[in-house]
């Protein structure tokens, strides 16, 4: 095994596939997920991509968090979430009778059918 790739078990009697690298001078360790969900060919291949783009000068935990922010945006800016961001800023002006039947038509007609369709997919 190359150095810097480990196979981790834990006190729990779990194994975890890590990669332990150096970036700007400091340690640091990737985690790539547990035996038997991450493989062998898996780890490595995920290990193999870490080490391209250390190589090219970036650092694989700083694109893995990038791209979990990412994640988090897009899943915030589906249709539902937009559509109750509109009824709290538009209501404010109407009966509450008018906003309960709104949110009730919302909730019961649109969002099962839309709710997550428009989520920038």
Same mark, same amino acid.
């Given at each position: 095994m190359k150095k810097g790739f480990i196979s981790t078990i834990m006190p729990q009697g779990? %194994?975890?596939?890590? *990669?332990?690298?150096?970036?700007?001078?400091?340690r640091k360790t990737?985690? *790539?997920g547990?035996?038997?969900d991450v493989g062998l060919s898996d780890a490595r291949e995920k290990r193999d991509d870490a080490r391209k783009?250390?190589?090219a000068g970036g650092d694989p935990a700083a694109q893995r968090? #990038?791209?979990? #922010?990412a994640n988090a945006e897009r899943a915030g800016n589906n249709f539902e979430v937009i #559509?109750?961001?509109?009824?709290?800023t538009h209501i404010a002006d109407k009966t509450e009778d008018h906003a309960k039947r709104t949110l009730t038509r919302l909730e %019961?007609?649109? *969002?099962?059918w839309?709710? #997550?369709?428009?989520?920038?997919d």
């Amino acid at each position: 095994m190359k150095k810097g790739f480990i196979s981790t078990i834990m006190p729990q009697g779990g %194994k975890l596939w890590r *990669f332990d690298y150096r970036y700007e001078g400091k340690r640091k360790t990737l985690s *790539f997920g547990g035996y038997p969900d991450v493989g062998l060919s898996d780890a490595r291949e995920k290990r193999d991509d870490a080490r391209k783009l250390i190589a090219a000068g970036g650092d694989p935990a700083a694109q893995r968090k #990038a791209t979990k #922010a990412a994640n988090a945006e897009r899943a915030g800016n589906n249709f539902e979430v937009i #559509a109750r961001e509109w009824y709290q800023t538009h209501i404010a002006d109407k009966t509450e009778d008018h906003a309960k039947r709104t949110l009730t038509r919302l909730e %019961k007609d649109v *969002f099962p059918w839309m709710g #997550a369709a428009f989520g920038g997919d």
